[in-house]
């Protein structure tokens, strides 16, 4: 999002500063310090669905958010001014085991019970901060091939393997469910479009892993790339009012790289997302559900490149009959911040 892509604040040292001549304005007197008193969060920023930093989807991730209410979380959401940030709540090792680790994620306007990239994120940093050494016996403890989250809508588990970019990561999404299918001319003239500009012969169709997407086929990347969406003519037709909240996801086959199965984008009131990784496993589901991809194939969902975050997701689901189950989204994270937020 060009309007939310900014940075978070940042602690910094300043050193130097007395043989500059300044140390009188900035020297606090220790026993009238206005911070000794302040709590103290350490948090990670990194980007998710890269493995290039300044590209991919941001993610701040609050590594311990015990003692922080549900207003402080939701205006932290609203300080770092992500499309969403996380907080981790750790626990003893026995119940991370059984139960997984408890993440909320809230966005700038409120607290959503999942979303891709900032369990793929979250998952990424708690893999990097598990603990270097077992207290038993003062080995190096290994790291960590499984993180499961607890999120609202259960338990999100997330794998790791080593390639040539890095460290990869996939979770295991909720269970897709089809939802209700959408009339293409009505789907066009709610975005502007001339009907003949989405596909005819695959469905428009409503599907979630835990969050639901309209998922909307578009023939020609040049349509993708030129989209210009009425918002408001948008979510009238969405119908925001609903308890749950829809969005669209914008999709092509014609991506011009043999590489990339689908090139895709998603546009929020707020901006445009880099790359939305519980869209993309809808996206999987249905791509397997009509023979789009084949059962367990990996498919790149290209994502971000008109707003100059390019980002790669990679998605892969299962078919037995008719039944589409364990989707998976996966991809690399590099982190780029690292700080402090004294509250």
């Known amino acids: 999002m060009n309007s939310t892509r900014r940075s978070f604040l940042r602690t910094f040292t300043i050193t130097g500063i007395a043989a500059a001549g300044v140390r009188p304005m900035l020297a606090a007197d220790p026993q009238s310090d206005p911070g000794k008193d302040l709590r103290r969060f350490p948090f990670v920023q990194i980007d998710v669905f890269t493995s ?84 038993a016996d003062q080995q190096a403890a290994p790291v960590p091939r499984e993180i499961t989250l607890s999120l609202k809508v259960g338990k999100v588990p997330v794998t790791f393997r080593e390639d040539a970019e890095g460290v990869f990561g996939e979770m295991r999404q909720p269970e897709p ?21 989405i596909e005819a012969d695959l469905p428009l169709q409503t599907v979630s892993t835990g969050l639901p997407f309209v998922i909307v086929p ?12 009425n ?19 914008y999709v092509t086959r014609d991506t011009g790289d ?16 880099p790359a939305t990784g519980s869209a993309a496993g ?30 790669d997701i990679f998605v892969r689901a299962n078919k037995t009959g008719e039944n589409v189950t364990n989707v998976r989204v996966g991809g690399h994270t590099v982190q780029i911040i690292e700080g402090e937020v004294s509250l």
């Open 282 to 311: 809808c996206t999987s589901a249905w791509m397997v559900k009509n023979g789009i991809a084949r059962s367990e194939e990996t498919v790149l969902v290209r994502q971000g490149v008109e707003m100059n975050r390019p980002s």
């Open 177 to 197: 469910v089809f939802l209700d299918t959408h009339d293409r001319s009505a789907v066009a003239a709610a975005l502007g479009l001339k009907p003949d500009q």
């Open 218 to 229: 578009l023939k020609h990347l040049s349509t993708l790339q030129s989209l210009q969406v």
């Open 52 to 135: 290039k930093r300044l590209q991919g989807n941001p993610l701040s991730v609050f590594t311990d958010a015990r003692g922080l209410s549900d207003s402080e979380m939701q205006d932290l959401a609203r300080e770092t001014n992500l499309q969403e940030t996380t907080f981790v709540f750790p626990s003893d090792p026995e119940t991370e085991r059984e139960q997984g680790v408890k993440v909320r994620i809230f966005a700038p306007d409120g607290e959503l019970p999942f979303a891709g990239h900032p369990t793929l994120g979250t998952a990424s940093v708690l893999r990097q901060v598990h603990p270097k050494t077992s207290r």
């Open 231 to 249: 918002l408001e003519r948008v979510y009238d037709y969405l119908k925001w009012d609903r308890p749950i909240r829809r969005d669209f996801y």
């Open 258 to 273: 043999s590489r990339v199965g689908l090139r895709a984008r998603s546009i929020y009131p707020t901006g445009e997302d």
